[in-house]
Each structure stands twice: as C-alpha cells, then as structure tokens.
C-alpha cells in the first residue's frame, strides 16, 4: 500500500519494496481556509492579467520542471513503482502539454469578432475571462499528467488554483508546488491542500471555488455532480473508461495484436483509456487470440526490467483479482509472468458470458476480454453495452466501414489503428459521454472550459437614436414588413 494515514499525516511508501519516503501533513481545515483566501484574493488581479504574463510564467515553470527533471523522475518511480520510461513519457506528455497549451492560448481565448447581420452600424464580439478560483483535484495513476494538464489550462485562462492531489501520490505535486513557487515568485496563484475525501469534498462545497475539475471515479464523479449541481458550479468530470477495441476483417493482424498489448497493458492498465475489451471479426478471431495469447505469455509483471510495474494501490488489486478470480470459474484466462506482491500478470479472458462484473464495470488492471463479432450492428451494440463513453479504438483498412462504425460508437474519442496516443496531443480535446464524465480538457475546449464566454455589442456609427426605438415605432414597422416580405421570401 502506498500510504498510511496517521492522526495528521500522509505516510508514504514505495509500493513495490514497502519502503517509507516521506510524510507530508494533512491540510487542516482552518490552512484549507486560508489558502482559499489566498486564491481569492490574488484572482482579483490575475483573473485579468494579460495573456504574456500568464504566459512567461508557465515558461519559467516549465524551464524548472526540466532543471528538476530527474528529482521528478525519482519521486514518480518512488511513489507509483513505475517503471523509467513511463515516468518519462508523463514528464514528457506534461511538457508537451504546457508548451502547446501556451501557444494556443491566443487562438483559444483572443477576441472572437462575430457577424451582425444586417445591423452593419453595429459591431459585435465574444471574450473568455476568467472564471475565478478553481478547484482541481487530480488521481493517483498518473500524478503527473493529470494534475498538470488541467492546472495548466486553469493558469493560462486567467484563474487561481487549488489543488488536491490524491494522497496515495502527494509527492509528485509537493515537487510540482516548490518548482512552482522557486521559478515564478507567484506563490499564491497555485496552492496544494493534501488530505484524503474530507478536504476534496471541502474543495468541492466551498463557495471560494468558481470551478471543480475532477479526474477519477465515476462514483466520486456523480457525488461531485451533485453537490455542484445546486450551486450552479461548472464541473469538468474525467471519470472512468471502458474502452472498446474493434479489430475489422481486413486489419493487419500483427499490428492490431501490438497494439492490444500496449494499449491494455501500459502503466499495468491503470488507465483510464486503457483497452479492456476485445472485439474481433469472426474471421480473423482464432489467428487473433493465438496471436495474443502467445504474446501475453511472453510478457511479465515484477521489478527491475520486467515489462509491468506494479498496482499502485492495495484496494484496486484485490478487486482486480477478484475479477480474475470470477473469470476463470466460467472463462479460459491466459496470463503471462508475475503473480506476488503488488503486481498482477498481464491476463487474457478468452469469450467471457457477459454477464460477468469484469465486462460491466471498470478494471483499471492489466486485463482485456476478447470477443468474436458477426457484423457491424453486433460490434457496435457490444461496444456501447456499458454506458461508459471514454475512448474506443478501430483497426482496419476500409474507412468508409471505419467512419460508418465510429460514428454510433458512444465515445469521446476514436482513434484509427492507433491506440492511446490521442492523449498525448494537445490540441485534441479530451474526455467523455455518459458515465465517462462531462466536459472537456486540451485544446481551445479544455482553455475554454476554465473561462466564461462573454458577449459584447458596441457601435461601428453611433446615432442619436436607434431605428426600432419608440421614437420611431411606426415607420419601423413598416419598413420590418416590406423588409420581411423582400428578404426572406
């Protein structure tokens, strides 16, 4: 288990060796308090800074993070078990983010002129200010990428931040918060609170917050909701996944097979876009479980230079071996290296009845299901059977079936004989349908997610008096019945 919570603290061990790191205290209310005062007060000026400011501080943080870049690596390795190169590529993926996000600030948020019509003595435009405060609280699979993409879109919008990072990975955000405050001097324009549900649900409730954006859960997500939902607070909600990958007649076998693993298994399958469920043309689908099957026997979960690190939390491997557990009484399960511990062998349930919990509910684990399809209509109905609506992924050769199937896939995303990557692109809006959550991060939609959109009207010629006023009523309705009879006819 990565942490021990004591009366006032988070304890925080490594989960692959149980080695303590660190404590970090838990955020009382009364500091909670304060640092919401904080963020306040410094919104009343930053939420209408110009975009070079909130700009050349994102690249002083940016510059810290790559000075800090093996502390950051050490500190993701220690508190997660990841293995090197996926810290990397968290590092990597967050870097990216900021700097694209930077440079598309303008394009998202500069002054949006609109067309007046036939009022050409008018001018009209659309501005995104800030919205406030906002409250981010951030998971645990990856403590990099999703605390920093959606405080990176709250900063460069123009609000304040206060964060909660999970307390199974509060190191990765205390090394996030010192480069912060070493490299822009702004102290209280990003704050961290630490705690378990208490101080998120604080956060959540407390009238200082003018936006809640969660990442986790879709049962933490729903109670988010509803707290929010009286208050007319905006919610971003990135919930769970259960991701569908459709595998057509005529895809390339061994590339769909790659792609499988990589796409269920990376992180140990603690994504929320990872692969969980298999859909494979009749046709192709014996050459593909072989194939799948001899790879997932080839590949092993432990330390070292083993394929897949550990599960991060003791809670979320128990329920994934149950869900192993169920499986193998009614399914034939491969599975691959790696069984003690904190790890979970890479797992292959060949045709499972679909009235098992692990084709229902999310795994969050390194296991996918496998299933043979007849048509089209089948596929789909079998892809959009959860309510989840995160991502899916289609691998094949015709797009003209390609597009005819994506579109009726209840998803946020769809990626062509691709798997993940969509994430790692900025510009690309991300997130979900049903019980995958609301709303949007990345892109113009995620800047625009943490702003208020507000319209203006002003005038091109001003006049003394407007034609439709009562001053003119009467010749105005009479020249609006000519102009409705000439113009719309």
Known sequence: MSVQISESNLNISNPVTGEYISSIPITTNQELQIILDKAVFAAKTYNYSSFSKRKQLLKQFRRGIVKYLDDFIKIIISETGKKEVESLMEIFISLEHLQQSSKNLYNALGKDVRKVGILKTKKAWVEYEALGVAGIISPWNYPLILTMCPMIEALLAGNTVVLKPSEHTPLTTQLLKRVWDEFTKEEALFQVAYGQEEVGSTLVKSNKTDIICFTGSTAVGKKIAEVCAPLFKPVILELGGKDPMIILEDADLDKSVEAALWGGLSNAGQTCISVEQIYVHKNIYKPIVEKLSNSIKKISAGPGNKHLGPISVDLIKKKINNYILEAKKESEVIQGGGDEGCFIPPTLVINPPLHLKLLK??????????????????????????????????????????????????????????????????????????????????????????????????????????????????????????WIRWNFS
């Open 361 to 482: 509910e999310e795994i969050f684990g390194p296991v996918m299901t496998i299933h043979p399809f007849q048509d089209e209509e089948e596929v789909i109905t079998l892809a959009n059977m959860t309510g989840y609506g995160l991502s899916a992924s289609i691998f094949g050769k015709n797009y003209n079936q390609i597009y005819s199937i994506s579109r009726r896939i209840k998803a946020g995303t769809v990626t062509i004989n691709d798997v993940l990557t969509h994430y790692g692109i900025a510009d690309l809006p991300f997130g979900g349908i049903g019980l995958s959550g609301i709303g949007k991060v990345h892109g113009r939609e995620g800047l625009r997610a943490f702003s208020q959109q507000k319209s203006y009207l002003s005038n091109r010629i001003s006049l003394k008096s407007e034609f439709w006023w009562f001053k003119n009523r009467d010749k105005f309705g009479k020249f609006l019945k000519k």
